[in-house]
């Protein structure tokens, strides 16, 4: 039997998951990946939001429909030499006023230029359901209890990645235009660049890069100091008292109503 | 590279002139800041040209076209080969490939007529090809206040054969005569990667150059 036992019920657990994801805020990473047949650089960042608690013995709290709030940047840069032949302007032959035929030579220009394309940013929320287990740890001078994700949920990220590559590929027609006498291949360019930053290519990119956030990912729910004052300074010989929480657990006890418990126990200081 | 400016020719542009007097047709490839210092005769390249008995009208429609292929090492131009047979009323098209040569200017004199890229005087030729679309306003760089307009358009190249048909669109050289101040035609519709021959005759010695240069040129002094 341990000497305080707190307990909240579902309600109250998502309350307190609420304000841990508030607590956690923004995170942000940044790195690189292959995009399809390219080598993107990325930055992301991500914040939590929302999501119902339902408590589960013996220790799991499952939180279904959390929100994944995230921006992303994409960038790359593509070798146009991939994918476009060396162009060469044709001998031409023309007459002239003072000249019979006057013919230019075949000049071939030079190699295609790399262009770098975006980055292209999006924002967008996803959404999922997954099991966080608690876990109650001592930090320091502190107390931890905290619930961390159990398994990386699937995520449905076709909708968004079609949306990213539509922007993907605005950004290579843009990029595209400024290309000197690309003119004649544009459609062809854009039509066979296109066809590879598909949206398998960028859910493989982005899935990745949003289980970043999620790998690992905790919310510290309770924290208290292991010493705690509980009764003030009376006296000369009634001085402080204080007590240790010498064991901290947390589990999911089920009875008429799923709840959160938390045992104590607890020493003079 | 891509600029419009016959002050400095790039490995896309072409000079031609023709060659109107006999004797010695003597001639320097420079880079183009140096395009308007004299010639030094001494260490020009020099070519024969035998006379024609041709009247100059008949010299005028006639001619054989010639071409000096130029290269660049060591920081100089150079002509790899020089042109054998050459005879009045000929021409000749001078070309650099080399996409990272600086920009090149061509002066010579034929009998006492002088030529130069740097000023295109009298049956002279200078090609560009267009290879960004938009509205390229040209003018004399020397002030004489010839000019015109090239509108320069992407061709839809979509659907099947589209690309073949914008390539094959290249092949079509547009010409713009210029005698003397008058310029036909003023303004000229292109597709991108289409080649403007610009055919000058009897000016003082002027340019084709884009309009913008000339701000740049401006504010740089």
Same mark, same amino acid.
């Given at each position: 039997?341990s000497?305080i ?9 998502? *309350? ?10 923004? *995170?942000?990473?940044?790195?690189s990946? !292959?995009l399809?047949? #390219?080598?993107? %650089?990325?930055?992301a %960042?991500? +914040?939590? !939001?929302?999501?119902s ?29 991939? #994918? ?11 007459p002239i /006023? ?6 230019t030579?075949r ?8 262009? /770098? ?6 924002? +967008? ?14 930090? +320091? ?6 619930? *961390? ?25 843009l990029?595209?235009?400024?290309v000197p006498?690309?003119g004649?291949?544009l459609? $062809?360019?854009v039509?066979?660049? +296109?066809?590879v930053?598909g949206?398998?290519?960028v859910?493989? $990119?982005?899935?990745?890069? $949003?289980g970043? #956030?999620?790998?690992?990912?905790s919310?510290?729910?309770?924290? *208290? ?10 006296? /000369? ?30 020493? /003079?200081a | 590279m ?6 400095s ?14 004797g ?7 880079k183009?800041?140096?395009g ?28 054989k ?18 042109p ?32 130069s ?21 040209w003018?004399d ?5 010839v000019?015109?307009?090239i ?10 054969d ?7 669109r290249m ?26 021959f ?19 040129d401006?504010?740089?002094?």
């Open positions: 039997m000497d036992q707190v307990a909240v019920d579902e309600v109250q657990a998502g *309350q307190l998951v609420s304000d841990a994801q508030a607590l956690l805020g923004t *995170q942000s990473r940044s790195g990946g !292959s399809g047949p #390219f080598t993107a %650089s990325w930055s %960042s991500a +914040g939590f !939001s929302g999501g608690v339902d408590l589960r013995a013996p220790d799991i709290v499952r939180i279904s429909n959390m929100n994944m709030n995230f921006t992303v940047g994409i960038g790359l840069s593509i070798d146009l030499n991939d #994918f476009l032949p060396r162009l060469c302007i044709p001998r031409i032959c023309i /006023p003072f000249l019979p035929d006057i013919c030579p000049i071939c220009l030079p190699p295609w230029p790399t262009i /770098p394309v975006g980055p292209v940013n999006h924002s +967008g929320t996803v959404n999922f359901t997954t099991d966080f287990r608690l876990l109650a740890s001592q930090s +320091g001078s502190n107390w931890n209890v905290a619930i *961390q994700i159990v398994n990386i949920p699937s995520l449905s990220l076709d909708a968004i990645s079609a949306l990213i590559v539509t922007g993907l590929i605005g950004a290579v027609s990029a595209l235009l400024a006498f690309i004649p291949l459609a $062809l360019a039509a066979t660049i +296109g066809a930053i949206v398998a290519a859910t493989g $990119l982005l899935g990745p890069i $949003l970043l #956030f999620l790998n690992g990912l919310f510290d729910v309770y924290q *208290q100091p292991q010493v705690q004052q509980v009764l003030p300074n009376m006296g /000369p010989n009634d001085p402080a008292v204080s007590i240790r929480i010498s064991a901290l657990s947390a589990q999911v006890l089920v009875s008429d109503e799923d709840e959160l418990v938390l045992d104590a126990d607890i020493v /003079p | 891509y600029t419009l400016d016959s002050r020719m790039g490995p896309l542009d072409c000079f031609v002139q023709k060659v109107t007097e006999p010695d047709l003597v001639f320097e490839i420079r183009s800041a140096a308007f210092f004299p010639m030094e005769k001494d260490v020009a390249m020099r070519v024969k040209v035998k006379a024609n008995k041709a009247s100059r009208a008949q010299q005028r429609t006639s001619g076209q010639h071409s000096v292929p130029v290269t660049y090492s060591d920081g100089e131009f150079q002509a790899k080969s020089l054998r047979d050459l005879v009045q009323g000929d021409a000749i098209l001078f070309h650099q490939a080399d996409t990272k040569a600086p920009g090149f200017a061509v002066v010579g004199q034929m009998g006492k007529t002088e030529f890229s740097t000023e295109l005087r009298d049956q002279v030729v200078f090609t560009h090809p267009f290879g960004l679309p938009g509205r390229y306003q003018v760089a020397n002030g004489s206040g000019g015109g307009v509108v320069v358009e992407n061709e839809p190249a979509t659907g099947k589209g690309a073949k048909r914008a390539i094959e092949s079509e050289g547009v010409v713009v005569h210029i005698v003397g101040n008058k310029v036909k035609p003023k303004e000229l519709r292109i597709a991108t990667g289409q080649t403007v610009f055919a000058v005759e009897g000016t003082d010695g002027i340019t084709i150059t884009d309009v913008t240069l000339l701000a740049k401006k504010k740089a002094n």
